[in-house]
Every structure is written in C-alpha cells, then in structure tokens.
C-alpha cells in the first residue's frame, strides 16, 4: 500500500516552498501527501490570515492537480492542534499503511518540544526535508533518536508503518511565509514566489497588506 504522508503547516500563506517540497516527497517516498492545515498552532504566534482564509489559500494553490491534497480536519477541531492526537486519529483509519509525517528541517530542530513527542515514532515516520537559509541545531536527544531510527532509502518506509525516519533531499528553495507577509505589507508584489492561484482572487492576499 502506498505511504500516506502528511505535511502540517500553518500556510500563511502557502507559497511556492511549501509545494516543491510536498511535492517532490510524493515522488520520492511514491506516497500519497496530504497538506494539512493548522488552526491554533501550538507553538508559534497567531497567524496573520484566518483558518478559513488560509484553507481557501490552499484549495486556489492546489487546483488543476491531484497529487497533493488537503485534510482540514485540525480546521475542525476546537483548541490547539497537537500533531499526536491527528496521527492517532490517522493511525485509527488507515490501520497498519505507512504514515510518514514530512517536516522541514527547522521544524524537525524543534520535535522534542512537541507534545508527547516520543509517541510519534509509534505511528508514523518522519521525513525531513531540506531547507537552505536557517541555522538549524539539532540537540543531543534528537540526535539519539535519529541515530537509532536512521534509514538511507526513503523506499524502506512503504515495507513497516511507523519508527524510521529519513532525510528528503529536495530542491532547496529559500523561500518562507514570513518574507512573503513582509514584502506584501511593504506593497511589494510577490508574484513568482506564490503560487498563481492566491493571485486569481484579490481577497486571498488581502490579510497580508496593509
Ligand atoms: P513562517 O515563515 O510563517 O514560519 P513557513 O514558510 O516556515 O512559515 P509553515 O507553514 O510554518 O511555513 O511551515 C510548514 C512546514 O513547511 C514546516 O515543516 C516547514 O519547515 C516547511 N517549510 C516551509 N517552507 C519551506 C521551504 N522553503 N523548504 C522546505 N520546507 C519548508
């Protein structure tokens, strides 16, 4: 069965890093990538445009192709959206499939803040995607885990359904959310670095210009 992969993110907005790298996970892993969206992330500021504006976002960024797909269910549940409770649900439906949760490497940096953290590596793995431009520093108890956890090919996820984890070298693009809100509300037009259907409606963009 092929792995089912999940790429959470706050997607404020969803630009062109987001999709090159959900992307090229699907090709490597042969998986199938579902981009979920968080409502109340727990561990950053509240995001600039609404959960509902941020998923009309996404649906304008992903039309016209079926590889990637969106899950709304963390739009749907009320309080912080803690990735263990959505990997549990996930594990509950899909039974033994390989879940493979994918991580930008600063995102991976931080793991061991997350709640209950450990229990991850019971239902999913975890592939972590290059991503140039951030000084990112591992720490020693995320390094144990990766030592014992290590595999070389990203293959090897589609044979056990949870427990390893494997390094995606994808195309590195320095792009991030945060720049993007900058030069929009400094009236810039960041045209190429979004993906052209947040252009298609003015309202998409409107949270992020001032
Ligand atoms: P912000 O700048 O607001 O923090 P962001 O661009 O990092 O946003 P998020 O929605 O916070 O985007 O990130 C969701 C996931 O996407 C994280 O795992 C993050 O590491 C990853 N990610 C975002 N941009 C890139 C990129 N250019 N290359 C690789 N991974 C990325």
């Known amino acids: 069965m092929k792995p089912l992969a999940i790429f959470g993110g706050t997607f404020d907005p969803v630009h062109i890093g987001h999709l090159t790298v959900a992307w090229e996970a699907s090709e490597l892993l042969d998986a199938e990538v ?8 727990p561990h950053r500021a509240t995001p600039c445009a609404s959960a509902e504006q941020r998923l009309a976002g996404l649906r304008a960024a992903l039309a016209g192709q079926s590889r990637l797909t969106i899950d709304d269910r963390e739009m749907r549940r009320e309080g912080p959206s803690y990735t263990v409770d959505t990997l549990r649900e996930l594990r509950a439906e899909q039974g033994d499939r390989p879940l493979v949760l994918l991580l930008g490497e600063d995102a991976f940096a931080g793991l061991p803040a997350w709640h209950e953290w450990r229990e991850l590596f019971r239902l999913t793995h975890i592939g972590v995607l290059s991503r140039p431009g951030l000084s990112v520093v591992r720490s020693e108890i995320l390094w144990r885990e990766i030592t014992e956890r290590r595999v070389a090919n990203p293959v090897v996820l589609s044979h056990c359904p949870a427990g390893a984890i494997v390094e995606l070298r994808v195309t590195a693009l320095e792009v991030s959310a945060t720049r993007i809100r900058e ?6 037009d960041p045209r190429y670095l979004l993906p ?5 409606d003015p309202a998409l963009l409107q949270p992020y210009r001032r």
Not at 34 to 41: D, I
């Open 183 to 188: 030069l929009l509300a400094s009236g810039r």
């Open 196 to 200: 052209a259907g947040l252009f298609a």
């Open 34 to 41: 579902r981009l979920m969206p968080s409502r109340t992330p």
